[in-house]
């Protein structure tokens, strides 16, 4: 392997300025000598991220070729003149379709086949001209077609323009709504939408307006309640809008007919701690997927005019093994979403029926989920499937034939399926708990115990990190190293208690999952020791932030992104984006016992004299979801603290957010330089 002492040969890394805040709390005192970081419009801050820049560019620049190189094989596997499955709604089939050489989608649609006269409706490429970021995060078609509006965001920050467009091309619409949250969803006449609005300074989505088309925006609800924030949906009947008021812990919904121009929204269900539920429109009656006495959720039915939950009826009862996560009600059919052993399923059945029907599937360890349904009276659904050897493929489903057809395989230029293997294992907590592991591998390469090991984990929110295909990944596969997927708790891979255990008060399970992993991995063959590499964005880099303070001797090169590390600080200042509505998550600090517990695993407050492993930390200046200074003041302490010479990055990139670079190609850049980074310590040079 590179030394590092070579690698750093003349380059000199950064080092911040001091500066003593004092911060109590609790009669506890912590000492924090980067607080100033925090401040954007301080010349000095930005002086600093582009120090740390510059250093980031000398150290790496011996891997410009290879991640050029790296960049250009993964674009190889991208299908350049592509096209999304068409889905039907009305009389069109609408679908996103790629160009060659073009960053971004384009909008389209045919008329009465998949294969009809194509009409395009907006080509991002086009409307991305002249921004470093164009991200449209929704675009949604009018009830008669004739209309469509999509949302748009240029500064990674998640504040959404709508822009209106008039299909028909009868008139232009010059209708602009500046700073939305991006959530929007049409009227059935046709003129008027409903769309969410975030604070400016938290960016909790809290109202929703009303806007008709050449008039003046109207406030017709408010969530007062700093824990929720708010979400519409419509309909597959088209017939209803939802509101939700949404927290990490429980729901309400409001319920409005989608035909009336002057929107009156009821409750469905008034709001109860800890429970969560959805509704569907089912015609004559509402089915609803609820939590009630059910932590794995169960599904419900209850006529139209009697919502009160006493008048529910229960179809699909709760299962301690099985997690219900979604449901697609149609006019004759409903399908579920769930998830058990750690793997998802789809089952279905007949309404007014009692058997449930599964579908099976192929692969050890895969993914699979209900796809594109836009029409609620239909006799088939649309399902994705695919895992970590096997490309994204779109399906329909027969419910009169039990049959399932391919409407599109992914196509992935120059790449053999049967060249790698995917595989599951289990890891065994201290607590006896058994955590499931993804691994992919190529199999002419891999040789138990000499491979190095990257493994990935998120682990926060109940968020599932399934074993998806992932094109990328495969420029490691081929030069020898195993991926692993570590589905710790946090997630809700094996259930709803999953999640429930990795969060709060036994948020430290998510960590100490992510070490037992990395160790049975190395023990059954698939890494081998001083050759484990690992990788964490968001909440994901504060499980990476939390083990390197824990477990540094189990890894040679860690990545963080946009790491959300100083946990304490964050969560005591309410002023912060996000900040009261992930108190159901972490914890409100401002209670002794969460203070407590929060700041002994913050991996910034625990930062200690120790040898660190080679880290490398990305992040954006614009981050609205974990602010740049975070890992700003992170990679200061470190240097202060790291006791060997292994190398220490940041790299800020001063025109994107928490997502990162848009575009199909430009986003490849930055897989291309976590890549890099694992390469050079391996010493791989091509």
Avoid at 446 to 460: D, H, N, V, W
Wanted: hydrophobic fraction near 35%.
């Amino acid at each position: 392997m590179l030394t590092n002492i070579a690698l750093a040969e003349n380059v000199s890394a950064p080092v911040a300025e001091k500066s003593e805040v004092i911060l109590k709390k609790h009669g506890d005192t912590r000492i924090d000598n980067y607080f100033w970081l925090k401040n954007r419009d301080n010349k000095k801050v930005r002086d600093y991220l582009e120090l740390e820049n510059k250093y980031f560019e000398k150290t790496m620049a011996a891997t410009s070729k290879l991640q050029s190189k790296l960049v250009a094989e993964m674009r190889t596997r991208i299908k350049e003149d592509d096209e999304s499955a068409p889905y039907k709604f009305g009389k069109y089939f609408y679908l996103t379709k790629y160009e060659k050489g073009a960053e971004y989608p384009i909008f389209a649609r045919r008329e009465k086949s998949p294969t009809g006269k194509e009409e395009i409706l907006l080509n991002v490429n086009l409307a991305a001209k002249g921004h470093k970021y164009f991200d449209v995060a929704r675009f949604t078609v009018s009830f008669n077609q004739k209309k469509a509006v999509y949302a748009a965001d240029t500064m990674g920050r998640r504040f959404y323009d709508l822009y209106f467009l008039d299909l028909s091309r009868e008139t232009n619409i010059s209708d602009i709504i500046k700073n939305t949250a991006g959530n929007v969803v049409w009227m059935n006449d046709n003129k008027t939408i409903l769309y969410a609005k975030q604070d400016p300074e938290t960016l909790r989505a809290h109202q929703i307006y009303k806007y008709t088309i050449g008039e003046s925006p109207e406030l017709i609800y408010e969530e007062k309640n700093q824990q929720y924030y708010v979400s519409l949906e419509k309909s597959l009947t088209h017939n209803e809008i939802y509101l939700y008021s949404i927290s990490n812990s429980a729901t309400e919904a409001r319920v409005a007919d989608a035909n009336d121009s002057h929107p009156k929204f009821k409750i469905f269900f008034k709001r109860e701690a800890k429970h969560e539920y959805s509704v569907f429109d089912g015609g004559d009656r509402y089915f609803i997927l609820s939590n009630y006495r059910a932590k794995n959720f169960r599904l419900f039915e209850t006529v139209k005019n009697k919502t009160n939950r006493k008048f529910w009826r229960e179809l699909v009862a709760r299962r301690a093994d099985t997690l219900l996560e979604n449901a697609l009600v149609l006019k004759d059919y409903i399908v579920l979403e769930e998830r058990k052993d750690g793997l998802t399923r789809l089952s279905y059945f007949l309404r007014g029926k009692k058997k449930i029907n599964h579908l099976s599937f192929p692969d050890q360890a895969y993914t699979t989920n209900i796809g594109k349904n836009a029409e609620y009276d239909s006799l088939f659904f649309r399902y994705d499937y695919q895992s970590l050897s096997r490309p994204a493929t779109v399906y329909d489903f027969d419910f009169l034939t039990g049959t399932s057809v391919s409407v599109k395989i992914t196509e992935v230029p120059g790449y053999q399926s049967d060249l790698y293997n995917s595989e599951r294992i289990f890891a065994r907590a201290k607590d006896g708990t058994k955590i499931p592991v993804s691994i992919v591998y190529k199999k002419g390469v891999f040789k138990k115990a000499t491979q190095p090991l990257y493994i990935y984990a998120y682990g926060s929110y109940g968020y599932s990190t399934d074993p998806y295909f992932r094109s990328e990944v495969i420029s490691l596969l081929d030069r020898g190293f195993v991926f692993a997927i570590a589905h710790v708790r946090g997630g809700s891979e094996m259930g709803r208690k999953w999640y429930d255990d990795g969060k709060l008060l036994k948020k430290k399970n998510t960590f100490t999952d992510f070490v037992v992993c990395t160790e049975a991995l190395i023990k059954k063959g698939y890494g081998k020791k001083g050759h484990v590499y690992a990788l964490g964005g968001s909440a994901g880099g504060l499980l990476i932030g939390a083990v390197l303070n824990m477990r540094p001797d189990l890894y040679n090169g860690v990545v963080a992104a946009v790491p959300f590390v100083d946990v304490v600080t964050t969560m005591l200042d309410d002023s912060i984006p996000l900040t009261t509505n992930e108190y159901d998550e972490w914890g409100n600090p401002n209670n002794k016992k969460f203070y407590n517990y929060i700041k002994s695993y913050s991996p910034y407050d625990n930062v200690t004299k120790q040898n660190y492993p080679n880290l490398l930390i990305t992040t954006g200046f614009h981050d609205s979801q974990v602010q740049y200074w975070e890992p700003a003041k992170w990679i200061a302490k470190l240097r202060a603290h790291n006791t060997n010479q292994n190398l220490l990055l940041m790299k800020t990139n001063m025109d994107t957010g928490h997502s990162g670079m848009t575009g199909r190609f430009e986003s490849l850049k930055e897989d291309a330089i976590d890549y890099a980074f694992f390469l050079m310590l391996e010493n791989i040079k091509e």
